[in-house]
């Protein structure tokens, strides 16, 4: 069962510490016969995906072996080094690479995707020699998603307010030092097309110290428009209109104007070039193309109109979308649309194969999505094992995988193990009043647990 990643880490079975708590959900019964009685499954990858597939074939087959692998060495995905170090309750993404730009510049130091900035200050190894630079004044993001406002949010949170969270004590040390001041929040759309919400938006607007900055003129007519627009996107649409043109009150005005930093929305621009500084060796900043929206269908396109723009920065977040990677030759994988093949979890052509989370769908959703999916393709799964549609006969399971690791002389990390990692980190954040200090070397993990 394919979830999201790929090998090395190992637990056996179903672990002590859960992935976040699930809602109730409709139930599910499954009667098996005594040959289905001790199923084996092996579910790649830790994170929500692959976590609450082993919780719905854990609950509803009672004697099912589950062995989860991961190849970091610490476990639960984007719980741990998708979420903004000062959002503990949210967890919204999760994917293994990010959508490149594919524009000039795009190699330029100084431009990075917002999907690896996450990481760096989330402590995800891979990502822990990033090295951003943050002596630049202003920094632009494109994207106009909850990824992209929780970047903005952590630059501009003061340093303070991030001392008590579990962000990395080196990325914590950067933003102490950083200069930015304004954020640029660039989409390729407009107000009613942005895939933010309102939380994440209402955050940034009351985000201490800072001041937004929004162009009436981006939002004319839209207040004629509001009475059609669906509940949840309506009382969205209302906060920018709001935000953009009506007039502060007395202490809000005073408030807004001792802010040192600012935030803003730029609609109907789209990436065409990033800047090099005059010696090439950095960005200095973006060219954008103005756009406008085309129907075409009962989709909104954004279409050029012929003229640009060129907005100074030092700092480039690219935060326009996420994908997933092909784990191995032998699962079918569709590169356009960076998912394997399914349907409904069930890869096509390779029986026995499932998939869940966004290798599954692509990158839609939060975590309650998620949830719900992965409990799909576990009941799949369910219903081909009692229907007899498995192959049948007797499999080694985990132990086959012991086997092939000890041939190559790798110790995997054990759940035991992990616990033993998460105390350390728990031990370590206790010291600075934070919930925990995460590790963030490879080396240092496995010294620690005398590998």
């Not at 929206?293 to 326009?320: F, H, K, N």
């Not at 052509?349 to 692509?362: A, F, N, R």
């Amino acid at each position: 069962m394919a979830s999201r990643c790929w090998r090395w880490w190992h637990w056996s079975a179903w672990p002590r510490t859960r992935p976040p708590p699930t809602r109730s959900t409709p139930s599910f019964h499954q009667h098996f016969s005594t040959q289905e009685k001790t199923p084996q499954i092996c579910v790649v990858g830790s994170g929500p995906a692959g976590f609450y597939t082993a919780q719905h074939l854990l609950k509803h087959h009672t004697q099912a072996r589950v062995d989860i692998y991961e190849k970091q060495l610490v476990p639960f995905g984007l719980v741990r080094f998708g979420v903004a170090p000062d959002h503990p309750e949210v967890k919204s993404y999760g994917a293994e690479d990010h959508q490149a730009l594919d524009i000039p510049g795009e190699e330029l130091p100084g431009v990075f995707s917002a999907r690896a900035f996450v990481g760096w200050y989330n402590g995800l190894p891979e990502n822990q020699e990033l090295a951003p630079d943050l002596s630049c004044d202003t920094a632009v993001i494109l994207g106009q998603g909850n990824v992209a406002l929780d970047v903005a949010r952590i630059l501009l949170t003061p340093p303070e307010h991030l001392e008590r969270t579990d962000i990395t004590k080196a990325a914590l040390g950067v933003l102490r030092q950083s200069q930015v001041k304004t954020v640029w929040i660039v989409g390729r759309r407009g107000p009613l097309q942005v895939a933010f919400t309102i939380k994440e938006l209402r955050e940034m607007i009351q985000l201490p110290g800072t001041r937004p900055i929004l162009d009436p003129e981006d939002f004319l007519g839209l207040q004629d428009r509001i009475k059609e627009i669906p509940r949840p996107r309506k009382r969205l649409t209302e906060l920018l209109l709001q935000t953009a043109t009506e007039k502060p009150r007395v202490e809000e005005a005073a408030h807004l104007a001792s802010a040192s930093r600012a935030w803003g929305l730029r609609f109907f621009r789209s990436p065409l070039q990033v800047l090099p500084s005059p010696d090439g060796r950095r960005v200095a900043g973006i060219r954008l193309a103005v756009t406008r929206l085309e129907a075409v269908g009962e989709a909104i396109r954004a279409v050029p109109t012929g003229d640009m723009e060129d907005l100074p920065c030092g700092l480039v977040l690219s935060s326009i979308g996420y994908k997933s990677r092909p784990i191995d030759p032998s699962v079918p994988f569709d590169l356009k649309l960076g998912v394997i093949p399914n349907m409904e979890g069930r890869v096509v052509d390779v029986p026995g194969l499932y998939c869940s989370g966004w290798v599954k769908t692509g990158p839609t959703g939060v975590i309650g999505t998620t949830m719900n999916d992965s409990f799909l393709t576990g009941q799949m799964l369910l219903q081909d094992l009692k229907a007899g549609l498995l192959p049948s006969g007797p499999r080694p399971g985990s132990a086959a995988i012991q086997a092939l690791l000890s041939s190559r002389g790798v110790q995997p990390v054990s759940f035991s193990d992990w616990e033993k990692l998460d105390a350390k980190e728990v031990a370590r954040g206790q010291a600075s009043g934070k919930p925990r200090e995460k590790l963030v070397d490879p080396q240092e993990m496995l010294q620690l647990l005398g590998h």
